[in-house]
């Protein structure tokens, strides 16, 4: 009997003792425990509907080192980005690659994707979710406070984007304390909120200070996501008040870290003197997608 394949659609793809085995995977792979070409052989696709910088680089780095390849596909000279459907790409691109890798504006095409796939596939940000991002994210606490996850407290300050909604998955599956503060009219998705809220300590509130108090970690994103463009004057004025700085960063746990997924903009959702500052881990996080994505890889495409 052949093994069903696995997706990385969405965090709760995964349970507490997969993930948790995922990131420990991480932390192995980081250090050289778990070396040698576990992908020789294999192949990634990687279709990016939106741009990239850190997920592109890692994604085809990681498949390099360990021993597989992965091929660029984007709307400009692909077929996909003239209108072939999904699940036509889906069955092509299963016949001659291993896994899978998009990043797109719609979550349900992911999820069309994955369905009609007979490989893995891997979701590297939608306008829902950004799993690959939170994942890193994780690594780096655990690399800064400790393993265990439970009993942190993290507060996300602003829009209740793919980010914020990546963290609210990672709660409802790992059972840390998560605050968010966003603007009204800027939430996250509901769904994915009272999910998590019912068995996970997650509430909303208007007040970054609020959501800052005591925090281990402090994080925040652009207020203007990809494909957001067009609103971003409208955001600004929204989300006055939001700002991470450094006194916003006085109210979390003295040792409390700073993370932001990148790329960043400095005087907007966080200041130069925080993003620069000695609470920052934000060029570590970014590293850790390296890393974190390296086990994605071993344990769906291995
Ligand atoms: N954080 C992140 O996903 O970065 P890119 O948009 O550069 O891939
Ligand atoms: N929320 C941001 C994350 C970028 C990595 C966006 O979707 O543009």
Redesign the pocket.
């Known amino acids: 009997m052949t093994k069903a394949k696995r997706d990385f659609v969405a965090v709760p793809d995964f349970d507490r003792d997969g993930l948790m085995h995922l990131l420990e995977r991480a932390r192995r792979l980081k250090i050289g425990e778990e070396g040698g070409a576990p992908l020789a052989g294999k192949s990634l696709a990687m279709i990016f509907r939106?741009s990239?910088t850190?997920?592109r680089v890692s994604f085809e780095v990681g498949m390099t080192q360990l021993g597989g390849h992965a091929l660029f596909l984007s709307d400009r000279d692909s077929q996909m980005g003239r209108g072939e459907s999904v699940r036509d790409t889906a069955k092509v691109l299963s016949g001659y690659v291993d896994g899978i890798m998009i990043r797109t504006f719609a979550h349900a095409e992911v999820e069309d994707l994955a369905r009609y796939a007979s490989i893995p596939v891997i979701n590297g940000?939608t306008?829902l979710l950004?799993p690959c991002?939170v994942m890193a994210d994780l690594q780096t606490v655990q690399e800064e406070l400790g393993p265990e996850l439970k009993g942190r407290t993290v507060a996300w300050i602003g829009?209740g984007?793919?980010?914020a909604t990546s963290w609210i998955n990672a709660a409802y599956r790992l059972g840390f304390r998560l605050r968010l503060a966003c603007p009204e009219g800027y939430d996250p998705d509901a769904d994915i909120l009272d999910r998590a809220r019912a068995v996970a300590d997650v509430a909303v509130t208007r007040d970054p200070t609020e959501a800052c108090e005591g925090a281990d970690v402090v994080t925040t994103?652009?207020w203007?996501?990809?494909?957001?463009e067009e609103e971003a004057r409208a955001r600004t004025v929204a989300f006055a008040g939001f700002t991470v700085d450094s006194e916003l960063m006085g109210r979390a746990a003295p040792e409390a870290i700073f993370l932001h997924?990148?790329?960043a903009h400095r005087g907007e959702e966080v200041s130069a003197d925080v993003i620069d500052g000695p609470r920052s881990r934000v060029f570590q996080e970014a590293e850790n997608r390296l890393h974190a994505q390296k086990a994605i890889l071993v344990e769906l495409l291995g």
């Open positions: 939106k990239s850190r997920t940000l306008d950004h991002q829009d984007n793919n980010m994103d652009v203007a996501s990809m494909g957001q997924c990148l790329p």
